[in-house]
């Protein structure tokens, strides 16, 4: 699917995450953000940096993960990201919705 | 001579015994077999203790029986293994070199990782059913119970055997109908997921169940602790479930050996190559079953289609030839549904499980994604395939490693 947000044409999924994280920038992710009714501060911000460290590395995302990450706890990630957070969180950044499961 | 160890003699371990025994020269190697326990469990089993479906008896047996009597089996635990060494440490100072390693110490449950759960009320009304102690605590609960709240909970994921939960939601509402009292008990089972089940294609045929049966659903949540005083879970978003009766799977991990010897990820699985089963950071060292990192379910069928790949690559190490990524994640598990019905699912890396027959396709008898009679039959045939057949490396007719892509419905995992 084609979407257009911040004067930009973007793939997505059915879900609305990107499909070519190529296509991603700032501005984007503070778009996506916004319709999320989320407003990005540099807190925010920290946390996309690590995940889009982690899936240059391609290691999986987890709650678990964010716990031993050292960037922040699981409650300050659900009060950044409130509902969902690690759905929300990727969304905004740009990559795939974490699997968490088999 | 050479020497081959494998380490855990539980599914894995024993199967890998008895298919090499078959395989491996006598007189060039000698395969050796470490476990802590003498018993060994019929782990799918400890689905039906708690129900009185099955006795003590019938998910343990003496484990060295099924162990060839060419393999030498030492009952002890493993303290370290020292890959860079080639060497592993057993209690009481004992030391054990190989030249092939095959790592299969399993996964076990950890409920100290959540806080509140393994506390005073542990096996109390906080249970287990992942172990021959917590299944045979919650049979004796169950007894007894006059009803409340029920609450079937998950920790986290993965767990080995995801459907095993949902599958004891749903015994739980048989055997609460057939004991005439299931008015007195509220049902809810509480997953991490969106849904009931990993696979989307399979919790749509889930959640309807649930629905059906009147099994209340609570998806997304992220248990923070169990607040054991009050009888509640509580979630990283405060979201609140009341018990009277907890029975959840806590988080699963590896042994803690690997912890020890450093070699495992957070959870305590090894790296593993997805195809070929060889260890990404050792090349004389496999891994197969739970103690994997690799993305499809653990399984007592997954580590039986590893377990034959596992045999063909380890005679091509052996060789020098080059291993064959063979293994393509093939999973195939019965879901109990309750009075006397069953389901089958088959998946792989790739495919979502399907609707279809199995084992021979447009044949049957067993019937994917689809409630039957058959598919109940097949799931408690599968005790005696497991001690009769699948531990002793016996081939089962018609179900191959690899997945039959034949009379089913398929579709491509979204990634
Ligand atoms: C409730 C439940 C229901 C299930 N239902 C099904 C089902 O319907 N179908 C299905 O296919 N699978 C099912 N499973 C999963 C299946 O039982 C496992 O996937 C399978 O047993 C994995 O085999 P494994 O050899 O990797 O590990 P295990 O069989 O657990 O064996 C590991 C062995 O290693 C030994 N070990 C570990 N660490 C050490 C140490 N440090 N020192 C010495 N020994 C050690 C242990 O004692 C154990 O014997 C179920 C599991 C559970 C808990």
Same mark, same amino acid.
């Given at each position: 699917?084609?979407?257009?947000i911040?004067?930009?044409?973007?793939?997505?999924?059915e879900?609305?995450?990107?499909?070519?994280?190529n296509?991603?920038?700032? $501005?984007?992710g503070e778009?996506?953000?916004?319709?999320n009714?989320?407003?990005?501060?540099d807190?925010?911000?920290e946390?996309?940096?690590?995940?889009?460290?982690?899936?240059?590395?391609?290691?999986?995302?987890?709650?678990?993960?964010?716990?031993?990450?050292?960037?922040l706890? =699981?409650?300050?990630?659900?009060?950044?990201f409130?509902?969902?957070?690690l759905?929300k &969180?990727?969304?905004?950044?740009?990559?795939?919705?974490?699997?968490?499961?088999? | 001579?050479?020497n081959?160890?494998i380490?855990?003699?539980?599914?894995?371990?024993t199967?890998?015994a008895?298919?090499?025994?078959k395989?491996?020269?006598?007189?060039e190697?000698?395969?050796?077999?470490?476990?802590q326990?003498e018993?060994?469990y019929?782990?799918?089993?400890?689905?039906?203790l708690?129900?009185?479906?099955?006795t003590e008896d019938?998910?343990?047996?003496?484990?060295t029986?099924?162990?060839p009597?060419?393999?030498?089996?030492?009952?002890k635990?493993?303290e370290?293994?020292?890959?860079?060494?080639?060497?592993?440490?057993?209690?009481?100072?004992?030391?054990?070199?190989y030249?092939?390693l095959?790592?299969a110490t399993?996964?076990?449950?950890?409920?100290e990782? /959540?806080?509140g759960?393994?506390g005073?009320?542990?096996?109390k009304?906080?249970?287990?059913?992942?172990?021959?102690?917590?299944?045979?605590?919650?049979?004796?609960?169950?007894?007894?119970?006059e009803?409340?709240?029920?609450? *079937?909970?998950?920790?986290?994921?993965?767990?080995?055997?995801?459907?095993?939960?949902?599958?004891?939601?749903?015994?739980?509402?048989s055997y609460?109908?057939?004991?005439?009292m299931?008015?007195?008990?509220?049902i809810t089972?509480?997953?991490?997921?969106?849904?009931?089940?990993?696979k989307?294609r399979?919790?749509?045929a889930?959640d309807?169940?649930?629905?059906?049966?009147?099994?209340?659903? *609570?998806?997304?949540?992220n /248990?923070?602790r169990?607040?054991y005083?009050n009888?509640?879970?509580?979630?990283?978003?405060d =979201?609140?479930?009341?018990?009277?009766?907890? *029975?959840?799977?806590?988080?699963?991990?590896?042994?803690?050996?690997?912890?020890?010897?450093g070699?495992?990820?957070?959870?305590?699985?090894?790296s593993?190559?997805?195809?070929?089963?060889? &260890?990404? $950071?050792?090349e004389?060292?496999f =891994?197969?079953?739970d103690?994997?990192?690799?993305?499809?379910?653990?399984?007592?069928?997954?580590?039986?289609?590893?377990? $034959?790949i596992l045999?063909?690559?380890?005679l091509?190490?052996?060789?020098?030839?080059?291993?064959?990524?063979?293994?393509?994640g093939?999973?195939?598990?019965? *879901?109990?549904t309750?009075?006397?019905?069953?389901?089958?699912?088959?998946?792989?890396?790739?495919h979502?499980?399907?609707?279809?027959?199995f084992?021979?396709?447009?044949?049957?008898?067993?019937?994917?994604l689809?409630e039957?009679k058959?598919?109940?039959?097949?799931?408690?045939a599968?005790?005696w395939?497991?001690?009769n057949?699948?531990?002793k490396?016996?081939? /089962?007719?018609?179900?191959?490693a690899?997945?039959?892509e034949?009379?089913?419905?398929?579709?491509?995992v979204?990634?």
């Amino acid at each position: 699917m084609k979407k257009i947000i911040a004067q930009k044409e973007i793939d997505v999924n059915e879900e609305g995450y990107l499909l070519d994280f190529n296509q991603w920038s700032k $501005e984007i992710g503070e778009a996506l953000a916004a319709e999320n009714d989320i407003t990005m501060t540099d807190r925010h911000w920290e946390v996309i940096d690590y995940l889009h460290d982690k899936h240059q590395k391609e290691e999986p995302l987890s709650i678990r993960g964010i716990k031993k990450s050292g960037v922040l706890n =699981v409650k300050e990630f659900y009060s950044l990201f409130p509902g969902g957070p690690l759905k929300k &969180s990727t969304l905004i950044a740009g990559i795939p919705k974490p699997k968490s499961c088999i | 001579m050479k020497n081959l160890l494998i380490l855990g003699a539980g599914t894995a371990g024993t199967m890998m015994a008895n298919h090499l025994t078959k395989k491996l020269p006598k007189q060039e190697w000698q395969i050796t077999i470490v476990d802590q326990h003498e018993t060994h469990y019929y782990q799918p089993g400890f689905l039906f203790l708690p129900f009185d479906i099955y006795t003590e008896d019938q998910v343990k047996k003496d484990g060295t029986k099924f162990i060839p009597k060419s393999v030498e089996y030492i009952q002890k635990k493993i303290e370290l293994i020292q890959p860079e060494a080639n060497c592993v440490q057993l209690e009481g100072g004992e030391q054990v070199n190989y030249d092939l390693l095959i790592i299969a110490t399993g996964s076990t449950i950890a409920p100290e990782e /959540i806080e509140g759960m393994d506390g005073p009320m542990w096996h109390k009304n906080i249970f287990d059913f992942y172990t021959y102690e917590g299944a045979k605590a919650l049979r004796d609960k169950l007894r007894e119970w006059e009803g409340g709240k029920l609450v *079937v909970h998950v920790t986290e994921m993965p767990i080995k055997c995801p459907v095993a939960p949902l599958e004891f939601a749903f015994l739980a509402d048989s055997y609460f109908k057939n004991k005439g009292m299931r008015d007195k008990v509220e049902i809810t089972y509480v997953t991490p997921l969106d849904g009931a089940f990993t696979k989307p294609r399979a919790a749509k045929a889930l959640d309807y169940l649930l629905e059906e049966k009147d099994i209340k659903e *609570v998806t997304s949540f992220n /248990i923070e602790r169990v607040d054991y005083e009050n009888n509640k879970i509580i979630d990283y978003a405060d =979201v609140e479930v009341e018990y009277d009766l907890l *029975v959840t799977v806590p988080t699963n991990m590896g042994d803690s050996v690997i912890e020890r010897s450093g070699i495992g990820d957070d959870l305590n699985f090894v790296s593993t190559n997805k195809g070929s089963l060889q &260890s990404k $950071e050792y090349e004389n060292v496999f =891994v197969i079953g739970d103690a994997t990192n690799l993305p499809t379910s653990k399984a007592g069928s997954v580590a039986h289609f590893e377990a $034959e790949i596992l045999t063909e690559n380890i005679l091509r190490y052996i060789k020098g030839e080059q291993l064959e990524e063979a293994f393509d994640g093939h999973a195939n598990c019965f *879901v109990e549904t309750g009075n006397g019905k069953a389901l089958l699912i088959d998946f792989n890396y790739v495919h979502e499980p399907v609707e279809g027959t199995f084992p021979i396709p447009g044949i049957g008898p067993l019937r994917l994604l689809k409630e039957s009679k058959a598919n109940h039959l097949g799931k408690l045939a599968f005790r005696w395939v497991y001690w009769n057949m699948l531990l002793k490396g016996v081939p /089962i007719p018609f179900v191959s490693a690899k997945m039959n892509e034949k009379g089913k419905k398929l579709e491509t995992v979204n990634t």
